[in-house]
């Protein structure tokens, strides 16, 4: 096969990209997938080779890999401004859809028909969640020690309510150490596997075999576009914590920094910890308004993980105390984009030029391979919380002890609720339907139940 002829110019590049974004609906599998297509098997501006290898380096990072994926290929054709073109580009459409559905549900979200429709998407999201834990399941818990971590994870956080942070760094600990006692069942790995059906050789593309100039300018571009990064992160956050202590602005600010470091797992993972925080602890948003939230982010382009500035938007809304709260919302939601994709260009340039040592590091890709199993049972609770939450109209909080877990009362069961995630399950693990689908149906169900008065 042969090379295609001309670099592609930024400008041209960004049409790409901007296509990508356009696209990029259905998880982190889906978009890597997309960017796979038209990036390896369409463009040929790698091969499956350096994508794979993109993609592990983008595994070890916290953060949405894909968006980070987007940013390191952005950075290996054109650059700091290639990485920023494709990084800002993959997240725009997500922004503008999540901000714009967060207006409207906060003005009409009690109008029947739109309650109603989210009535709907909660069923969908619940059965998406479940088949995450078995996708995840399948790659990560490859021998009993990943099963009996992933169990370990799924008991202290379930029963016992125990921090994710402390759970991802138990799990890391215990692979780092694994690994270096040299037992077989640490020896690392991890990633998406194989994602074309025809490979691409590395050799056939515009960036060709090798592994491009980690010396010199680019290197030292890299650098200091990731200490500009760290800084717009942390000012803002910084300012808050100085000159607005209490506030739900700086909440936001630190709450979803903290996030950023530790977001490792993906998505799914990360909005357990939301759930016990933001719901839990903070009160900015109810356990059914979480479930929307997904429901948007699964139904727009983007990172899933831009449910993020909807948390952030409603936290705001009710909380800031403001005269005008759309604007409380707005500037709270995009304070939360902020404060979780800055860090992800921090991330991509500080550890880009090292990428092959990452790499190469047997101990941190056991640990990481720890951590995905250890997000397995992490998965699992988000699931069973949000099935309490969304069949039950009544949950309890049982506190003995050590142990700390919410019960459903069991007379609240909502019929209507418990049907439609039954019907999603089915369309998911047995008629193998779409995510576009599938959501799209759940809506169209909870409009219709609205409309006969069963809801």
Known sequence: MSVPQGFPTLAEAAKVWARIAALSFGGPAGQIAVMHRILVEEKRWLGDGRFLHALNFCMLLPGPEAQQLATYIGWLMHGVRGALVAGLLFILPGVVAIMALSWIYAIWGDVGFVSALFFGLKAAVLAIVLQAVVRVGKRALKNPAMQTIAAASFLVIFAFGAPFPLIVAVAALIGWTGAKAGLAAFHGGGGHGSVGQTPVADAATLLGEEHGDLTGVKRIGAFRA?????????????????????????????????????????????????????????????????????????????????????????????????????????????????????????????????????????ALSAALSAVTAAVVGVILNLAIWFAVHVIWREVVRVDAGPLSLELPVMATLDWAAAALSILALVAVFRLKLGMATVLAGAAALGLTLHLVGLT
């Open 226 to 362: 990731g200490a500009v990064a760290l800084i717009l992160w942390l000012a803002p956050v910084a300012a808050l914590v100085l000159l607005a202590p209490g506030s739900v602005f700086t909440d936001i600010a630190t709450f979803f920094s903290k996030l950023a470091v530790l977001t490792f797992g993906g998505a799914y993972a990360v909005l357990a910890w939301v759930a016990q925080e933001a719901v839990g602890t903070y009160g900015w948003l109810q356990p059914g308004e979480m479930l929307d939230g997904l429901g948007m982010a699964e139904t727009t382009p983007g990172p899933l993980i831009m449910v993020l500035q909807f948390v952030g938007f409603m936290g705001s809304f009710r909380e800031a105390g403001w005269a005008a709260p759309l604007l409380a919302g707005t500037l709270g939601g995009l304070l939360a984009t902020w404060v979780t994709f800055a860090p992800c260009f921090a991330w991509i340039f500080l550890g880009a030029p090292f990428m092959e040592r990452l790499r190469s590091n047997r």
